[in-house]
């Protein structure tokens, strides 16, 4: 299967087995979704990107182990906290958090923390 430019189409869903946690990623309709169980899920992942590998990789000229060319949607307890677009910039808080090129939905950051206490 192709997309609408030629390039080949990907469907997939898999789960990530981080040590305190585990992520879920599936795509649909052309983009990625990574669904969190909380926000210590992501702080994990983005601590394994920064890891040694990731280092080693970047010192040999490769920028990281995926480029990705593909809408990525995050959610944390079902909620989107961030996006990725790669026609657009990260944003002024994802720059100031330091997670771009992430953009940052505040107020589903706020939704997916009110679900922890509240189910």
Known sequence: ??????GLLIEAELTV??????????TE???LYVEAPDFAALRELRATAD?????SLR???VDGP???????????????VARY??????????????IGPFRVDL?????????????
């Open 1 to 6: 299967m192709t997309d609408g430019h030629g």
């Open 17 to 26: 087995d981080l040590p305190a946690s585990t992520l879920r990623l599936h």
């Open 29 to 31: 309709a052309g983009r």
């Open 51 to 55: 890891s040694d590998a990731i280092e």
């Open 59 to 61: 010192a040999v000229g």
């Open 66 to 80: 995926l480029a990705i060319d593909t809408p990525v949607l995050v959610r944390v307890r079902g909620v989107p």
């Open 85 to 98: 677009d790669p026609a657009r910039g990260a944003g002024w808080l994802a720059d100031r958090l330091g």
């Open 107 to 119: 107020a589903g950051v706020l939704q997916a923390a009110v679900r922890r206490r509240w189910p």
